[in-house]
């Protein structure tokens, strides 16, 4: 890409992440209306990053979003970030975030009645019957529609192909996903988990989307501790560097060593 086709992208075409160093090594944010999978292990903090660019798209850039929560329990989610300064119900109460609590419906527990704030629009998918991927995109993209998102995170791919009753595979959902919400003013961010000893960022999802994000947690030897790697980032210049990265209390995840 030439400096006049990065310069082209740098102001509304860029989506901050408000993360501290992590948009200066993407030149200023997320290209625009793209979907980016963010991958990793277990407790390498995707939850944390997704929350915190939500988080940060409401109270810094006045952008709302949605999160689709399938991983875990919405109250504790609310709690957890906490710890990070993310009151998550106040963005909830003023119509800015809304969550779409789809965490019971991988285990077919469709009656129950969670209990529900009336003073939001956070909902649960426990009492609907999903068929088909279609079906659970057309509800995340309404959502979004409603309150004006632009930015969503759907916290995992996964556990929404656990959800969706039909043979879609995960590649028909991202697929689906990406093609609808391309070209269009959301910006989402799709969380990938791995289970297995496969290399992150070389799935047939990551080929789909515009970009991949690694994180990682090396619990032991020299190297300790946690990165962030940008694996792959269409239309934009990014660092190719294995970025040290830490979880603060009251800030969330920082990116380091970013000159
Ligand atoms: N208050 C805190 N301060 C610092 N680090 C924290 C705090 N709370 C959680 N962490 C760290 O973050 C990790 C959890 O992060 P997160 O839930 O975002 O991971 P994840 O990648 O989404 O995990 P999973 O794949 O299990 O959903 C914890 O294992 C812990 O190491
Ligand atoms: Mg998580």
Redesign the pocket.
């Known amino acids: 890409m030439d400096a006049e086709e990065e310069i082209a992208l740098e102001e509304d075409d860029r989506c901050p992440t408000g993360i501290s160093g992590l948009d200066e090594v993407i030149g200023g944010g997320f290209p625009r209306g793209r979907t980016i999978l963010l991958t990793?292990?277990?407790?390498?903090?995707?939850?944390?990053?997704g929350v915190q660019y939500l988080f940060n798209g409401i109270t810094k850039y006045n952008e709302p979003g949605v999160l689709v929560l399938l991983?875990?329990n919405i109250d504790q989610l609310r709690k957890?970030m906490r710890?990070?300064n993310y009151d998550l119900r106040e963005l909830e109460e003023v119509g800015k975030l809304v969550i779409i609590d789809a965490s019971l419906s991988r285990f077919n527990v469709s009656d129950i009645n969670l209990p529900k704030p009336s003073h939001d629009r956070s909902f649960s998918l426990t009492s609907i019957e999903l068929i088909e991927t279609k079906e659970v995109v057309d509800i995340i993209l309404d959502t979004a529609k409603e309150i004006g998102a632009r930015r969503i995170v759907i916290?995992?791919l996964p556990a929404l192909n656990n959800l969706v009753k039909s043979e879609s595979s995960v590649r028909d959902i991202i697929l689906n996903m990406n093609y609808r919400l391309q070209g269009g003013d959301l910006t989402s961010i799709i969380?990938d988990?791995i289970f297995d000893d496969r290399k992150p960022g070389f799935s047939t999802q990551a080929y789909v989307v515009d970009g991949v994000i690694v994180?990682d947690y090396k619990t032991s030897g020299p190297d300790m501790g946690r990165y962030l790697t940008i694996q792959k980032m269409r239309g934009t210049r990014h660092s190719d560097n294995i970025h040290p990265i830490r979880?603060?209390?009251g800030v969330g995840i920082e990116v380091l060593g970013v000159e």
């Open positions: 990793g292990a277990c407790g390498t903090g995707k939850t944390i990053f991983e875990q957890d710890a990070f916290d995992s969380i988990d994180l979880f603060s209390e």
